[in-house]
């Protein structure tokens, strides 16, 4: 089982650039085997990032996940395969979905699942040094403005492996996924998702699409479980509040029962009272002080390291036996410095 990190570049909006390559070459050197990035509008541009690490750092890295309305598949195309040429051999990753919930908000998001689909097969063929023409891809062309007639194609190649891989986690996405991309990621509610009992039905689709397609099911897969460590305990389940607070929401949204809810120790009533809260334009500070311990637990692993390295070998067992081939961690900590050293010196090893 892998270990990555995901540098939640909203999260780290303080640490300038440089300090973000001191963080990942300590991760290489703490074991750490990929380093993705997340793609949001406002933080530092994904893509110098991943450059800059690929300049610095020989190890893999990836997007978690790059937004398929923030950029066409034509400059991600060439900005991958430039990235690809600083990379020595490491597999560059990329991660397509429709972003966090509050992409709405940002841009339109329109047909999300044929700009999924589209966007992996412009991909795919772009990165393997084929055309595309867009009236083959309305749903792009009509998007982002392309001239519909007009062939496109790469005038240079990748000079890495550049694996696609899904993002989206809705049944809909999942088999666009098992169908035209080359892996799964499993986002930030993996732990909610497996503990209500809903993970095997998601792979069930996945592993579906991918045998249809002739690729198996041994495709790979990565978990992301959102992580908050420090040697104050307190501390460490505080930075988790608003994460998973705003996640147990969006399993609500998104129909989970009440019996579900249940099943994660979480209480209907509590979820209601967030609920009115935001509603409410609740500010952090209220929000927060209504996101229950539950919450944060059927949510996040969060708390001092003793803690967190119980919690990991059980994930981490449950992860393996389901299929999947690494654990991201994402958000680390109050104290991103301290919550990489713990991870690294203390939970890991503990796995």
Not at 94 to 117: F, H, Q, W
């Amino acid at each position: 089982m892998e270990a990555g990190i995901q540098l939640h570049l909203p999260t780290y909006k303080d640490i300038p650039l440089r300090e973000l390559i001191d963080l990942g070459q300590r991760a290489k050197a703490g074991g750490i085997s990929q380093i993705w990035a997340t793609d949001n509008l406002q933080s530092r541009n994904v893509f110098v990032v991943l450059s800059a690490l690929a300049s610095n750092i020989g190890i893999k890295l990836g997007t978690a996940v790059t937004v398929q309305y923030f950029r066409n598949p034509v400059d991600l195309a060439d900005s991958l395969a430039a990235i690809s040429e600083l990379m020595d051999g490491d597999e560059l990753s990329v991660g397509l979905a429709r972003g966090n919930p509050n992409t709405p908000n940002l841009v339109n998001t329109t047909k999300p699942i044929s700009m999924l689909r589209e966007t992996a097969q412009c991909l795919n063929s772009l990165l393997t040094g084929e055309s595309v023409t867009f009236s083959d891809h309305p749903s792009l062309g009509s998007y982002f403005n392309f001239n519909p007639s007009q062939r496109f194609r790469l005038n240079f190649s990748p000079k890495t492996p550049v694996r696609l891989y899904c993002g989206g986690n809705a049944p809909l996405s999942l088999a666009v996924g098992g169908e035209f991309m080359d892996g799964l990621i499993y986002g930030g509610e993996y732990k909610a998702v497996d503990g209500a009992g809903r993970l095997p039905e998601a792979l069930g689709i996945f592993n579906s699409a991918s045998i249809q397609a002739g690729k198996g099911q041994d495709l790979p897969k990565i978990a992301e479980i959102k992580l908050s460590v420090s040697r104050n305990s307190q501390a460490a389940r505080s930075f988790a509040k608003q994460t998973a607070g705003r996640r147990i929401l969006g399993l609500r949204r998104r129909g989970y029962s009440p019996e579900e809810l249940n099943r994660l120790g979480v209480a209907v009533e509590d979820v209601d009272l967030l609920e009115r809260a935001d509603q409410d334009g609740a500010g952090r500070t209220q929000f927060e002080g209504l996101v229950t311990e539950t919450m944060i637990d059927a949510i996040c692993v969060a708390g001092d390291p003793e803690f967190c390295k119980e919690q990991m070998r059980e994930i981490s067992k449950t992860a393996q036996a389901q299929g999947f081939q690494q654990l991201m961690f994402s958000e680390l900590g109050p104290d991103v410095s301290e919550s990489l050293e713990l991870l690294c010196d203390e939970i890991i090893p503990g796995l």
